[in-house]
């Protein structure tokens, strides 16, 4: 009777393993950086949605299959007891946890959708909403292109000066970096209106400012053409202040990517030494994901695993019964 109820809960752990997904949130800056979560409408709440994580530290939050949202990275924080307080950037409701709250603007967000199965994840890393934070997004395992994407470069540094956001204390010490459309709120800049379409609304000299700064990660609304990336089964690791090294080690692609992808998705060249600093060539191939099955490592999906469950169960029950 152990040795059944083991099997079970062996068979529960796969499951759960096979139907989740693994964030590593990592902390290199040397400063303390306040994590936010927010799951997009109709999605399920994660078990946490913001915490603490000092310099050099890491969390693993866990994220079921099918999870869309998106996350950044908050500073100059301060909570008290109860949680409740406030951040200098990125704050999400005055509160440690954001519980449903987005980032305030400006803030570097990395957003992602999680497929199911064989279904391709969408992720980016995105300057739209304007940048706080160095950013990297790499894949770990998973099938796919899995191309690394986001910011390593310090747009605080080279931000003009009237889309500056400074502590109050002195222009030099500049906290965050706004958008155009934030900072002046014109249609244009922000796609919206009679700009709201990909046809109106091109890119700006702030947007292409950061473009060129981040070459992966999108500068405004309609910049998805190199900044769109797709992967499957993966786990992922996103890390806040990355170094140069941390993203020049690119990912090796264990399959052809999608050529059926709603959205473009880019890939870098093998020999580039930070191919952060480079934008990606079109994947452009005419092998569609589905095809690669026999070169791809043998994974379980959620369907597999829940019938396996239903097997064990019912084989147990007999033994039991008998």
Known sequence: MAINKLIVILVLALLNRVCSRSFIIANNCKYNVWPGFLSN?????????????????????????????RLWGRTGCTFDSTGKGNCSTADCGGALECNGAGAKPPASLAEFTLGQGQ???????SLVDGYNLPMLVTAQGGNGACTSTGCITDLNLS??????????????????????CEAFGDPAYCCS??????????????????KAACPRAYSYAYDDSTSTFTCNGADYTITFCPTLAMASTERKSNSPPSADSPISSS??????TNPLFEASASQGTSSSYMDSAASRPLTISCGLSLMIVFIVTIIINSRCSN
């Open 159 to 180: 931000c003009p000066k009237e889309l500056q956001v400074d502590d109050g204390i002195g222009a030099s010490n500049v906290l965050a970096c706004r958008s155009a």
């Open 193 to 210: 209106g009679a700009y709201g379409n990909p046809n109106t609304c091109k890119p700006s000299a702030y947007s292409e400012l950061f």
């Open 267 to 272: 890939s870098s060249n093998d020999n580039n």
């Open 41 to 69: 409408a109709g999605i399920t709440p994660l078990s946490t949605t913001g915490f603490q994580l000092l310099p050099g530290g890491t969390r693993t939050v866990d994220l079921p299959a099918g999870w869309s949202g």
């Open 119 to 125: 279904a391709l994840d969408f992720y980016d890393v």
